[in-house]
């Protein structure tokens, strides 16, 4: 379990290739972590974690098919892992046949599949939720507060339970979601906050709060129909929907009878080339082609 971080780590330790040396020039206490990732925020993570502390391992979910191809590949955390020197364990199935009691901590970071209770009890596992806890609990946090027209939102460091991240709170830090934030820029900033409050808990053990249930909300999975545009509703939902679906996996509806996902968008103005549902369309991408403006798309018709 947390131990307040008794492992010292020599002043001559060498690091492995592309990761700094975490040793100190007084041979400074030094947390040994695991990480737990496998998207792009947990890969976010990582990367800012090895800056600054020994990262033992990274627990990741198994390759599978991705892009267009559908071709098996490694998910964004691995890549990072990889091109950090940091070991890579993929269990194909997360037991207690996994030991993870070799660190001071587990940082878990959109990894994709609940802990086991079984593993919960080797160490300390810290969860990294993109949401201000508990408002979004659940597998979409960004994409639903953007969604629900949130103007703000935050991240909560929390330890890991058995209930769905409904656990104590260390740290929690909001931020503004700006009227042209969409996902990746939500996530971006996340990460970063996200490195800066784990740094302050990995310092010493850290302390933590009861999770109010007053307040809670659920960020539901994201389904096929949280794609859909559907052009009778209004140009604020359908933007927020846009936002949030980007630039990711993309929101999309029919235009003039052709599908279209629509990668980004604003309110529409006079002599706006692209339009639908009280919007112009800024970036749009016909099926089986590339990403494209609004307006190339227009002369590809035209021509």
Known sequence: MFNGFDRSVPTDARAKPGRPDVGT????????????????????????????????????????????GRKVGAGPAK????????????????????DVGGVD??????????????????????????????????????????????????????????????????????????????????YAKAGAIAAELLAEILSGPPRFRPQPEEGATYAERLSSADRELDWNRSPTELLNRIRALSPHIGAKGPVDGRMLIVWRAAPAEPGAALMAGGLELLDVQPEGRRRMSGEEYLRGLRA
């Open 79 to 98: 890549e990072t892992a990889e091109r950090l020197g940091i070991d890579v364990c993929q269990p194909e199935r997360l037991d207690e046949s996994v």
């Open 25 to 68: 020039a007084s041979g400074a206490l030094v947390p040994k972590v695991g990480v737990a990732a496998t998207a792009p925020l947990g890969a976010d993570v990582l990367e800012r974690l090895a800056q600054e502390h020994e990262v033992a391992f990274l627990l990741t979910r198994p390759d599978r098919p991705r892009g267009r």
């Open 105 to 186: 901590a587990m940082v878990v970071a959109a990894y994709g599949a609940l802990i086991p209770e079984s593993l919960l009890e080797q160490t300390l596992w810290l969860n990294v939720h993109p949401s201000l806890l508990p408002r979004w609990r659940g597998a979409a946090p960004v994409e639903r507060a953007i969604m629900a027209g949130d103007r703000e939102t935050g991240v909560t460091i929390h330890r890991t339970i058995p209930e769905l991240d409904a656990g104590p709170i260390a740290a929690q830090r909001a931020f503004p979601i700006g009227p042209d934030d969409d996902a990746g820029a939500v």
